[in-house]
Nanobody
């Protein structure tokens, strides 16, 4: 079955770039019609969708984070990566990657509670000097 696992530094300094990679096993990130998402949960708060990259490589971002966010993929490694620029302590959160289908993608872009059919375990990222 498809599994996802996040990796990357757990501590990032303010103004620097947060970079996390999701490694997918058991399935290809190019398989139609799946979408690959980054979601985060700040301490004591709910889930927030960050952005996604589709099976065709097209990216989609939360309007509130679009100006600072980049998602790209490496199909040879079956990975997709989140880059969040100019981070602040408010970016401290557990970051998760997830797979979704078209119905999930529609929910994401409509601002509903993030959903997916496969999830990574999550990784804590702290923004602090």
């Amino acid at each position: 079955q498809v599994q996802l696992q996040e990796s990357g530094p757990g501590l990032v300094k303010p103004s620097q770039t947060l970079s996390l990679t999701c490694t997918v096993s058991g399935g290809s990130i190019t398989t139609a019609y799946y979408y690959w998402s980054w979601i985060r949960q700040p301490p004591g708060k709910g889930l927030e969708w960050v952005g996604a990259i589709g099976h065709n490589g097209i990216t989609y971002y939360s309007p509130s984070l679009k100006s600072r966010t980049s998602i790209y993929r490496d199909t040879s490694k079956n990975q997709f990566t989140l880059q969040l620029n100019s981070v602040t302590p408010e970016d401290t959160a557990v970051y998760l990657c997830a797979r979704g289908r078209q119905t999930d993608y529609v929910s994401w872009i409509l601002g509903r509670v993030p959903s997916g059919d496969r999830w990574g375990q999550g990784t804590q990222v702290t923004v602090s000097s």
